[in-house]
């Protein structure tokens, strides 16, 4: 608002020293200088009308109570994308030595989600301080039967204790991505 007003008035001070001429209002409420100034002034005062009703908007989100409870390690995260997801999900591995082998909130959690799509299962695991979505279908099987991944399976999102409703929305993005290259 006040850069707005700081704007309307430096252009007023460049008129005055005879930089610029400032011609009455045009008849359409368009297209020169004085329309414009109008405008920032304008729009400077329905700034200024919306601010006085912020504070008790404000106050009412700071007194609201909270009910997230948020993770306390990745292996939390994990379990909630699992909740999230449901049916389509399903955990891998075991989960009793995933838990086991947490020590800190920064250790990395060896569960692995199995999420299945319509046509296409793909595995979520954090490690290395990374969200990855591998795809069974790019998978490559050696003699012995392990898979491996090639190329970029990282999801945008890194932080370990990310809202699990943002990692499931990066998820789907990424599956919906995936499923309409192939």
Same mark, same amino acid.
């Given at each position: 608002?006040?850069?707005?007003?700081?704007?309307?008035?430096?252009?007023?001070?460049?008129?005055?020293?005879?930089?610029?001429?400032?011609?009455?209002?045009?008849?359409?409420?368009?297209?020169?200088?004085?329309?414009?100034?109008?405008?920032?002034?304008?729009?400077?005062?329905?700034?200024?009308?919306?601010?006085?009703?912020?504070?008790?908007?404000?106050?009412? %989100? !700071? /007194? &609201?109570?909270?009910?997230? +409870?948020?993770?306390? *390690?990745?292996? $939390?995260?994990?379990?909630?994308?699992?909740?999230?997801?449901?049916?389509?999900?399903?955990?891998?591995?075991?989960?009793?030595?995933?838990?086991?082998?947490?020590?800190?909130?920064?250790?990395?959690?060896?569960?692995? %989600? !199995? /999420? &299945?799509?319509?046509?296409? +299962?793909?595995?979520? *695991?954090?490690? $290395?301080?990374?969200?990855?979505?591998?795809?069974?279908?790019?998978?490559?099987?050696?003699?012995?039967?392990?898979?491996?991944?090639?190329?970029?399976?990282?999801?945008?999102?890194?932080?370990?204790?990310?809202?699990?409703?943002?990692?499931?929305?990066?998820?789907? +993005?990424?599956?919906?991505?995936?499923?309409?290259?192939?």
């Amino acid at each position: 608002m006040e850069n707005l007003r700081l704007l309307e008035q430096a252009v007023r001070h460049i008129a005055a020293r005879g930089e610029v001429s400032i011609p009455a209002p045009s008849d359409s409420g368009e297209g020169n200088l004085a329309d414009a100034l109008g405008r920032l002034t304008g729009a400077a005062d329905e700034i200024q009308a919306h601010l006085k009703l912020l504070p008790p908007a404000v106050r009412a %989100l !700071e /007194i &609201s109570p909270c009910t997230y +409870r948020a993770r306390q *390690n990745a292996h $939390d995260t994990v379990m909630a994308v699992a909740a999230l997801f449901g049916d389509q999900a399903k955990i891998v591995t075991d989960v009793e030595e995933c838990r086991a082998e947490q020590g800190g909130a920064d250790d990395f959690c060896c569960c692995v %989600l !199995e /999420i &299945s799509s319509p046509g296409e +299962r793909s595995f979520l *695991n954090f490690s $290395d301080s990374e969200w990855s979505l591998l795809r069974y279908g790019a998978a490559e099987t050696d003699a012995q039967g392990n898979m491996a991944w090639t190329g970029d399976n990282q999801l945008d999102v890194r932080d370990a204790f990310v809202h699990p409703h943002q990692l499931v929305e990066e998820i789907r +993005r990424t599956m919906d991505r995936d499923a309409s290259s192939v």
